[in-house]
């Protein structure tokens, strides 16, 4: 059921202007419950451009175990014949693996790290768990790219997530260069929500997965927005950290290259922010898109036990 008294509308039969948020970027601001590892150059950085990069967060050998893993899950006839899997509509190559903390205990371990959850922590101002969690894969002269979107407006459309308070975690598995499809980011993008046109398909997820259509902002209001913010495209080594908030807008382009590029998506939700009634969709998507049932508060992995204890990240 579409719910009626909706902050963002979007998905809308008519074009509406873009409006600034309402919401904060740094949700821990005068909280002194949920100070963090971030300093305040960190934070304000975050709060303007709408992410934060570290290369070389892990280093690349760390990385190896968990690109081999998505290799064995390519080969999983089970696994691959489950709405968990989405293929390249063209190539039939994999495109993404939903649910990846909840396939892999490695990937769980993963989410739960405390150089990361103590900063996603610190952005949110509260306990979080795991909405969401995927590898997007592109294969060498194969993986085609995302189009220009703000999961946000996803989340909140065919979700319900009722207010703008996740970070997404994206991990480099291998290499991220300028020929392979990075991640692209329109910096300041996120202190906008952008309504878009066109109604939601019922089940629409099927679709949109493999190709977005509906609920991609409008091209004038894109230029508008990067023409103030610019484009950037973190690059770097396998093991670098892209943390960034639900509301900015990316997008990525084909893979032209030989190399592939496979990055590892964790979306950490405030405990306070759990999904409601989709605000502008029929039916809520299936849990390993959006968590409704497992949404216990996450606990640090103690493979650093004393950095748990701090909250403190150490040297990548």
Known sequence: MVQKNDPF???????KDPFLRSDPVVHSRNQHR??????EVSLSRYERDGFLWFEGFFNQERMQPFFDELLEMAKDEKLNKS???????????LRSVFGMHELSENFSRLTRDPRILGMVRQLLGSEVYIHQSRINDKFGFEGRGFDWH????TWHAEDGMPRMRAVSASLMLTDNN?????????????????PCVGETPDLNWRDSLKAQRVGVPDRDNLAR???R????APKGPAGSLLLFECNTLHASNKNMSPWPRSNLFFVYNSVENKLGEPYAAKRERPEHLGARKNCAPLTMHDDFPELAHQGVPPLP
């Open 150 to 153: 703000s999961d946000f407006e």
């Open 9 to 15: 509308p979007s998905r809308l039969k008519q074009p």
């Open 178 to 194: 300028e020929f392979n499809g990075p991640l692209m980011l329109i910096p300041g993008s996120h202190h906008y929500f952008v």
């Open 34 to 39: 949920w100070e963090g590892p971030l300093d």
């Open 83 to 93: 709405d968990k899997v989405i293929r390249d509509p063209h190539s039939g190559e």
């Open 229 to 232: 913010g610019g484009i950037k």
């Open 225 to 227: 927005l990067a023409e």
